[in-house]
Every structure is written in structure tokens, then in C-alpha cells.
């Protein structure tokens, strides 16, 4: 069982940059892919990136260059780190957690949730 909260998310304006947290709790945070999703109002949950447990980190083409994901195994917590913010990076930011995660890019391939953490960005 893992649970995850997430935190670091407020108001920003365009072009800012924000680091967003997730704690994990529980045993063998290590072992398990994390990945960032977001959900903006009226969408559906949209991948933002992931850091397996190797290592390797895939991002979606919307927040490549722009966005780093890391963790530190040490702290049981996988960051965010957001840099060049835009409008429509507004959203619910929320990590997830999967001891393989095979697609991703898809939600329904992790089997735990972060209450999520709101991000908004002003023009």
C-alpha cells in the first residue's frame, strides 16, 4: 500500500516556474514508477510525465524542455519542477504510483493516487 500527497502548487504567473512534491508513505518507494499527471477543468487526466524506479523518465511532448521530473529514494518523494509556465498548464496536478506502470501514459496503469495539487496561471 502507498499512499501520496502532493503539495507545492498555487498561483503563478506566466512564464514563472514551480516545484511540486509528492510524499510517498509505505514501504519500497523505490520499487515503484511515479508518475505526474493533470486534469484541467472539463478534460480528461493528461500525462505529463513519469521516472520509473531505474531511473528513466519520459515526458509528454506539451511539457518537454520545460519540465523535470526527479526523485530521491532517500525522501520517499518524486518532484515536478516546472519552469516556463503557460496558461494552459493550469490544471489539477496529481502523482501516481504503479510497481510497473507498461502504458504510461495511461491512468488506469497506476494503482495509486495523490489527492492532487491545484496550479493556476495567470496570463
Known amino acids: 500500500q502507498v499512499q501520496l500527497v502532493e503539495s507545492g502548487g498555487k498561483l503563478v504567473q506566466a512564464g514563472g516556474s514551480l516545484r511540486l512534491s509528492c510524499a510517498a508513505s509505505?514501504?519500497?518507494?523505490?520499487?515503484?514508477?511515479m508518475g505526474w499527471f493533470r486534469q484541467a477543468p472539463g478534460k480528461e487526466r493528461e500525462f505529463v510525465g513519469i521516472?520509473?524506479?531505474?531511473?528513466?523518465?519520459i515526458y509528454a511532448d506539451s511539457v518537454k524542455g520545460r519540465f523535470t521530473i526527479s526523485r530521491d529514494n532517500a525522501k520517499n518523494t518524486v518532484y515536478l519542477q516546472m519552469n516556463s509556465l503557460k496558461p494552459e498548464d493550469t490544471a489539477v496536478y496529481y502523482c501516481a504510483a504503479d510497481m510497473f506502470a507498461a502504458v504510461p501514459r495511461r491512468a488506469d496503469q497506476y494503482n495509486y493516487w495523490g489527492q492532487g495539487t491545484q496550479v493556476t496561471v495567470s496570463s
Open positions: 521516472i520509473r524506479r531505474g531511473g528513466s523518465i
Open positions: 509505505g514501504r519500497s518507494f523505490s520499487n515503484y514508477d
